[in-house]
Structures are given as C-alpha cells and as structure tokens.
C-alpha cells in the first residue's frame, strides 16, 4: 500500500542515462573525437558546462530547502561565494612565488597593501584538504548560526527572505572592503594551478568538469534521499501548516536548520567548483540581485521537485550566455519577464507543465491544487 | 468557583489549571481560569463566543503563555514552561477548531506523521516504514473509516472526512490527553452523529476535553460539562444541571 519507491529500476535507469551523457560521452566528444567533427566540443565550451553544473548544484541546494521546507532563502548567492572564497584562497595561496611581485607568503594584493604578514584567517591555506574542509564547514557554520537566529525567533516567509538579502548585502558591502583581507573590488584571481594541474590545461578543465558532474550527481542523490524520508514529508507538511507540525511534536526549528545549513554547504562546495573553472572570485558573487536570479532559476524549472531546479539552472544559463552576447541591453527584461511569466502562468515551472500534460490525457488522475507561492501563504498562515 | 476551593492536585488529576489569566491589549481573554481534569474523564465545555474557550486551548497546548497562574499535568508537568513540540510530546494531543491536515500529503502519509515515533530530526531522516507500523496506520484507517481514501492527498477529502483524519492523527499518536477543538464545526448531522460515536469509543481509554457549541452535541456526549463565560468558569456539572442554572441560561442558553 506504501507509495511507490523512488529508488525504484526506472529511476536507475534515467539516472545512469543522465550520468552516462554527462561523465563518459561529452569527455569523449572532447577528447577523441577529431575538433573537426560537427559533434565534437570544443575545449571552450568545458569550463561553461562545468560553470552550468556548479549553477545547477546550487539551484539544487535553493529548491531543497524553498521547494522542500518553504524556505525562499533570497540569500543563497552569499553561501555560494564563500565556498567560492575559501576555494580562491587555496588558489591563490598556490601562486607563491609565480605572482607579481613574487613574495612566497603573500598574494599579490596583500603585498601592494603593504601587509607585513598573513592574515590569521589565511593560515593553512595552502594544504588543500584543509581549504576543503572550510568550503563546506563556512558557509555551513554561518547557515547554522543565521538559521538558529532566524528559525528560533520563528521568521518565515517573506520576512525571512528580506532577513536573507540583507545577509548578502552586508556581506557585499564587507568584501568589498580591501581591509577584510580579501582583495576588496578585485577579489582573487590570477590563479595557477590546483593541486598541482595547471589550471590552464584543457585536461584540468575537463577534470574540474568532471568533479563538478559527479558533486551534481551525488548532491541530487542526497537530496532526494533527503526528499524521500520521514524528515521530507515533515519538510512538506510544515511548508504548509507549520505550527500544526509543532503540535505534532516535531521540532520546526531542528528540521529547518538541518535542511537549511546543508543546503548552505551544497552551495559552498557549488562555489568552490565554480571558481577554478570561472578563474576568479571577487565581491559581486554576494550581489542581492545573484542570489535572486538562483531563485528564478529555481521556479522556471520547477520548484519542489529538484529535477527542475537542475533543468531551470541549465536553461536560463544557457539563455543568458547566448543573450547577454546577442542582445546585452534586453537580457534583464528577459530574466524579469521570465520570472513573472512563471510566477503567474506556470507556477509549478516547466516540469509542472510536463506533468500537467500527462495528466490530462483521458483516464488519467488529476492532481491535487498546486501550492502558490509556499513561502508568502505559509506566512499568512502563521499571522493568523 | 474561584482558585482557593479548589482541592490540591491528587494522583488522580491529569490537568490541573489555577487561576489563569491571559489579556490580549487589555482584553482578558482568560481571567482567573481554574480547572480540573481527572485522569480518564470525558469532559465538554461549553460558551458563548469569546469565552475563552480556543484560549484555554491555547495555554494548555503551550501556544499561548498565560499572565499569570500555573498549569501542572500529571500533578508536576509545569506546562507554562514547556514549548509545543515538548507538550506533544508529553502526550497531549490538540485538534484544532478548522480542520488542518496536510493537505499535500496522502491521508496515510499524515498517519504516518503523527504516529507515535521519535520525533528527532536525524531520526525522522533515517526512519523506516516498517511492518508494525504499517499496521497500526492501517489499523487506525480502519477505525476512522478511510481505507479506501488512503493514497490520496488529504487536501482532496471532504469536510468531515479532514476532521475524522485529523482525530486519527491524535489517535495514532498515543495521546493521554486529546483537547477537541469543536469536531463536529460544519458537519452533516449523520457525520454529527458518527464523530460523536467515534469520541465515546476513544474516551474508553484516556482523557479527552471536548470543546463545543452544538448542544445536541454535547448532550449525545452524556459527559461532565464546564460552562465558560468572559474567561472564567460560570458553572460545572452534568448537562442538566448547568442547563439549569440560572445564570447559564441567562447569558448562555437564555432565549
């Protein structure tokens, strides 16, 4: 009588396809197939793959806990940028003498700032391991601390996603600052190499390509892992009737911060894959307006349903790449227009329109009302 | 009947109010409130709009924290000190006035939910459906006559079909003590008349507090009744008594 499994063959089969498409075929297209060839792909086009696959596993981390818990976090953007940074100071940490100014400890910035020494927090930079355990261990600590705050003192809805744009926008302003130790405006760059590959490459590129692809494949499997549990019908039933989870015994609190600081670590390490592919990382990362374009990604494709916000990701991305260079001046309209489009029309994205199709072929089942905007009806909810 | 007759609580005392008051703006929503409610009773309470009736509710299921007074479960439970999750989680359980089910989820995923279990958030993650469990949801679908609406999505349910859902839910969570918020507001009389069969059959085995204000209601409930009125209690006793009461009638029942 239970629900069918999501771990079901068809699922399998779908997810080996994807993967297989990703991880064996477009490496092959790159690497043996003659460049001549109308299907090979370019060594120019790996790193933008790899910057769409970064962007997809952070419309993920968006969708788990927006689509999921009902949380529009409007500040997700910040998460990814200090998985970004923590990557960044690794990189530039790799330099060493290769800079500038060729000073073994400092980067270049710190130098034409006149710092006399490293700054504490830069310390241990230079193994990766440990740059790595902090791309998952900042954004996630200051999720956890954000989220206690917030979900404790019961913030929800838009309230909640006004508190999240302020977080981004301070931080903005923050390293912008050149006295944060971070590069101010120019943030990091100029990097060389990473774990000793040259970043330059077109097989690190095809590497960091690949690690991407797989990070993607295993943060969907964690979400939907997530998604399909006990904790992901709680998810579901206190996006739309919080309080009555409480009186169900369940902590609201715990279940929140539990999705909302993994969802911040998701981020960070879609930031720390992004930024050696892209070769820098400087402040604009934190801009509001980024961490709003993740949620329009997120409910073009779908929310609530994670294929989607994958598919969203890549379909805006790949819209944007070829209209920011085909008609700069109108893109913005574009990403608006798109916004409102799906918000009005198609609120459950465009796997919503796909499975609206299916169901009204004759014979089959209609589906129950769509939820509207979770996060604004859950905080009415809660006002009354 | 004011705080200082009232007995000290026993063993015998599952809910124990004294002197409550809650004002909202000025407004005494409870003013003084003391009750007693013994383990295994039937209890409903009655009063016109305003009474304090949803408040009192409210206070006990730890939504709202009173101005003043204490309320003690199970003799020591200080519950003016404890939040909603840890309430439920001592076992009492709270049906609210409209029905409020997850309307998302399927009638045997709401089950699910409420079914007694840790309620840990790593534990809820790592929960398994298992035979035994599967059971007593079943069980419990059985007993509230929705077996066969089982997979769908509770949102899809009728009125009185949410609200025998929403009972299940309190049933299957093992609950001492169940606060019911008027479970028969928008009924047709036979749903009426099958709830009120449904309540009697749970009562055999713990406490439950009926609040209502359908008057055939409650008289088919047969049970003690306490009468509220502007946020304290105006009268206690069967339902002829306080039918009777002079003062009842003249602010409740008068017509």
Known sequence: MGARSPWGPKFWVGFAVCAVVLVV???????????????????????????????????????????????????????F????????????????????????????????LQYKELPWFWWGFDHFLYAAALVMLVPGVFALIFGWLAFRSRVTGVYLSIITQAMTYALWLAFFRND???????????????????????????GLYLASAVGLGIAYLLCRFI?????GRVLLALRDTESRVRFLGYSVTNAKLFVFTLSAVLAGIAGALYVPQVGIINPSEFSPGNSIEIAIWVSVGGRGTLVGAILGAGLVNLAKTWLTSAAPEIW???????????????????????????????????????PLAVGESGAAKEQA | MNAASLPHPTGDVLLYVNGVTVSFDGFKALNELSLVVEEGELRTIIGPNGAGKTTMMDVVTGKTRPDSGEVFFRGNTDL?????????????????????????????????????????TWRTLFARLTPERHARIAAALERIGLAEESQKPAGTLSHGQKQWLEIGMLLIHDRQ?????????????????????????????????????????????????????????????????????????EVYLGR
Request: with cysteine.
């Open chain 1, 25 to 79: 075929l477009l490496p092959v297209l790159n690497r043996a197939v003659a460049p001549s060839s109308p299907v090979a792909v370019p060594d120019y086009l790996v790193p933008l793959l790899g910057k769409y696959l970064c962007y997809a596993i952070l419309a993920l981390s968006l969708d788990l806990v927006w689509g999921y818990a009902g949380i529009l976090s409007l500040g997700h953007g910040a998460f």
């Open chain 1, 81 to 112: 940028a200090l998985g970004g940074y923590c990557m960044g100071m690794y990189l530039m940490r790799q330099i060493g003498t290769r800079g500038v100014y060729g000073n073994p400890l400092l980067p270049d910035f710190m130098v034409f």
């Open chain 1, 180 to 206: 944060m130790g971070f590069g101010g405006n120019n943030g990091l760059t100029d990097f060389k190499d990473i774990i000793g590959f040259d970043l330059h490459r077109p097989t690190t590129r095809l």
């Open chain 1, 227 to 231: 998604t399909n549990s006990k904790l």
């Open chain 1, 332 to 370: 913005l309209f574009i990403l608006g227009g798109l916004f409102i489009l799906t918000t009005l029309v198609f609120p459950r994205g465009i796997l919503g329109i796909f499975r609206q199709l299916r169901w009204t072929r004759p014979g089959a089942k209609s589906p129950a009302a769509p």
């Open chain 2, 80 to 120: 003016t000190r404890l939040d909603e999750a840890a309430i439920a989680n001592l076992g009492i359980g709270r049906k609210f006035q409209r029905p409020t089910v997850f309307e998302n989820l399927t009638v045997f995923e709401n089950l699910e939910l409420a079914l007694a279990d840790s309620r840990g």
């Open chain 2, 177 to 249: 003590l169940l606060l019911l918020d008027e479970p028969v507001a928008g009924m047709t009389d036979r749903e009426t008349e099958e709830t009120a069969a449904l309540i009697l059959d749970l009562a055999r085995d713990r406490t439950i507090i009926v609040v209502e204000h359908d008057m055939a209601f409650v008289r088919s409930l047969g049970a003690r009744v306490t009468v509220l009125h502007e946020g304290s209690v105006l009268a206690e006793g069967s339902v002829e008594h306080v039918q009777n009461h002079p003062r009842v009638i």
